[in-house]
């Protein structure tokens, strides 16, 4: 009811602002005349009519508002100084009521929802285009085939049953790496007892010089349930195109690259479907609390699970 009557009292405003704009386009074809608000039935006047009411400026129109002058127009004043009565008028003379200004700024916060509203249905429909969907949900990850630590392939489907961290990364990174895999490491230790629930992943993005023994020796320093992973260099892009992983050598000549990669730690459930992704930003115990969290879910279901079964 209310936002009716604020949209109707918007619209009030709106239509004699617009009268306004009748008036001067008509005058900017050539004419003058000291109107005041006009109807727009009346902006059909004849050439005739109009230099009627400059002689009589008494006429109809204008008697409401400016009686006492007369005076003609200029165009200038006709096009920049707004007629008296007029909304703006009102505004100037204070008039212009508080219901008034608040209808307007109702007006214009409905027209601003609108228009978020809009523009967020569009960002969603965009992100709903651009990006392969399951059942709603961001399709991140699939089937891979890798190398592990002792030369063995391992597959996707081989970490089923248990959550799975993933994180892609090179032996050689200096600082972002390391920092990654400590906090993991971290957040695997606050869990105790649950850390048996995942399975962290490390997944070369170098594999021409991370060999399986390079990445044994460089996991050895983070939590001992890691796997490293590596393979061909075709192997290892294909899993990461399938997460969406960035990654790029910078131009040094030689073995002294670096490698510019994306930041992320994905998880996944112990079905292999994408659970959820932390960034660079969640720290080791905002991990650990999320990771404890979903395993203490995952746990309860077994229970229930197992309870059905056996009942
Ligand atoms: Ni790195």
Known sequence: ???RGVVKCGLSLFQSGRNRVVVSRRLSNGTT???GSSTGSKSIKDANSVKESIKKPESKATSETSTAEPKV???FQTRYIPEKGSAWDRFKGGSLSWPALVAFAGVGCVLLGS????KAKKTEEMRRTHTKTVGGKAKVGGDWELVNMKGETRKNSDYHGKFVLIYFGFTFCPDICPDELEKISE???GLGENAKYIQPLFISIDPERDTEERVREYLSEFHPSFEGLTGTVEQCKAAAKLFRVYF???NTV????LVDHSIITYLMDPTGEFLEFYGKAVTASDMCLRLSKLIQNYKTQLEEHNRTINA
């Open 254 to 257: 030689g073995d002294d690259y």
């Open 248 to 250: 790029s050598k910078d």
């Open 115 to 118: 228009y978020s509203y809009q």
């Open 33 to 35: 005349a000291g109107e």
């Open 73 to 75: 127009q200029s165009e």
């Open 187 to 189: 957040a695997l230790s």
């Open 1 to 3: 009811m209310i936002a």
